[in-house]
């Protein structure tokens, strides 16, 4: 498996409260992205980044926001969590002419 | 913009049986196309790239432009192809875009 990993598994927090996802790679792979996974709706993409410090919004990113300070991190912060963000997300890492290659999910639950 | 679509979200098949999940696309550039699988608690992995085209697993996909389609075949569906298939586009900057998935349940 690349070298990929998210943290933390699964967390389960209140409305209202921020939560940040973090996603690690050791691949030195330049492009990094955060999914959401929901039943009928497949894979949308939340943010991804292009470089460090460079971000672009994905269709679904109303109520996200991501970072990028460093090459192997790219966090994604919920401001103030809503239970419609209730879902497993997914961190993705490529590079110019590679497959993407996926985290494990982190399974959020907000009540 | 980049739009991938997959009108099936469930696929029941016999083993044995052929099996196509269909993928359309809109982009107006030139696309790179692929097909993601996900097996129960496993995470996404590649399955085809259309820049390679070969066979996985015995399926297959053809890239058609003129239809925008890249719909992925298995002439002969197994039981361990149950799985969530994902199509996906990558347009320029990298950014990646799935499809809904298709659920694929085999039958014995």
């Known amino acids: 498996d690349a070298g990929i990993t998210q943290s933390p598994r699964h967390k389960v927090t209140e409305t209202g409260t921020p939560v940040t996802l973090r996603c690690h790679q050791t691949?030195?792979?330049?492009?990094m992205y955060w999914y959401r996974q929901d039943p009928g709706h497949g894979l949308r993409l939340i943010h991804y980044?292009?470089?460090?410090?460079?971000?672009d919004k994905g269709e679904v990113s109303d109520g996200y926001s991501v970072s990028r300070s460093k090459t192997e991190d790219f966090l994604l912060t919920l401001e103030s969590a809503t239970s419609s963000q209730t879902s497993v997300y997914f961190c993705?890492?490529?590079?110019?002419?590679?497959?993407?290659?996926f985290g494990q999910g982190t399974r959020l639950t907000v009540v | 913009a980049q739009r991938v679509t997959q009108p099936e979200k469930l696929l029941s098949v016999f083993k044995g049986a052929p099996v196509e999940l269909k993928c359309n696309y809109s982009?107006?550039?030139?696309?790179?196309l692929f097909w993601y699988v996900q097996y129960s608690r496993q995470r996404l992995q590649l399955l085809l790239r259309h820049i390679s085209r070969e066979s996985i697993k015995g399926f297959t996909a053809d890239l058609n432009k003129g239809e925008t389609s890249f719909h992925l075949k298995k002439p002969f569906a197994q039981e361990e192809d149950s799985a969530m298939y994902y199509c996906a586009l990558r347009a320029a900057g990298n950014k990646l875009t799935f499809g809904g998935g298709t659920r694929v349940l085999v039958k014995p």
């Open positions: 982009y107006s550039g030139s696309p790179e």
């Open positions: 993705a890492i490529s590079g110019v002419n590679t497959e993407a290659f």
């Open positions: 691949e030195n792979h330049r492009y």
């Open positions: 980044s292009y470089g460090v410090k460079d971000t």
